[in-house]
């Protein structure tokens, strides 16, 4: 089994990102990009009561206090700055909160949806990649960049044909930060107090649009 080379540190901001197996489409419609959210906004707290297969069983009632108690008391192993869902990979950009929080995290939120994907699509075996990648966020410039990538990718991927699609978009974390959509487990805080205001952002992300496509078409011809 391979070893991980970087050190998942707490307190450190990490590029996180992997692929699902021979790049089959896992991401491709509205009730499963939903679910992997939800799993990603339950697993991120440190210790569920119970496991997300079970918790979407219960009843609304009992739903509704175990997430309360979540929210107010939980302890999170991760605090999710951005995200982007591809058909066949996805982005986080993160920090780690707890020891060892975000393989514990990873773990949870990918073993969960490999095993409701499985049962929908009546296959066995594993769905993502074995190892999810990650790199780590050294400076407060390359932070911002990142998410700037992460917003992006339906675009350079021409899921979306305008940048400014992104802003009702739901499966990135860009329509958080500028209001047009709301995420549970999204902290926009962070991202936002470098820009005077969102209008700003929007200029920050569309600006680079084309030329980050630019790069996508030609990053293969780079490659060793």
Do not use: C
Not at 42 to 70: A, C, G, T, W
Not at 158 to 177: A, H, M, N, Q
Not at 200 to 209: G, M, R, V
Request: zero cysteines; proline letters at 3%.
């Amino acid at each position: 089994m391979a070893s991980r080379k970087i050190i998942l540190a707490t307190g450190e901001i990490y590029h996180i990102f992997n692929r699902s197996v021979s790049k089959e489409p896992i991401f491709t419609n509205t009730r499963g990009n939903r679910r992997f959210l939800d799993t990603i906004n339950f697993y991120r707290f440190q210790d569920p009561y119970v496991r997300y297969s079970h918790f979407i069983r219960m009843q609304d009632e009992f739903r509704s206090k175990i997430l309360e108690n979540m929210y107010t008391t939980g302890i999170q192993n991760v605090t999710i700055f951005a995200f982007s869902l591809m058909p066949n990979h996805f982005h986080l950009l993160i920090r780690q909160e707890q020891e060892s929080g975000i393989k514990k995290f990873m773990s949870q939120i990918q073993n969960s949806y490999a095993k409701y994907y499985n049962t929908k699509n009546d296959r066995s075996g594993s769905v993502f990649q074995e190892m999810f990648k990650a790199v780590r966020i050294e400076t407060d410039e390359q932070f911002i960049h990142v998410a700037r990538y992460v917003h992006l990718n339906p675009v350079t991927g021409y899921l979306l044909k305008d940048p400014t699609e992104l802003e009702t978009y739901p499966w990135t974390s860009f329509g958080s930060y500028v209001g047009n959509l709301t995420s549970e487990f999204i902290d926009t805080n962070t991202i936002l107090s470098h820009f005077k205001n969102t209008q700003e952002l929007k200029q920050f992300t569309f600006d680079q649009a084309n030329y980050q496509r630019k790069l996508d078409n030609i990053k293969h011809l780079t490659l060793e």
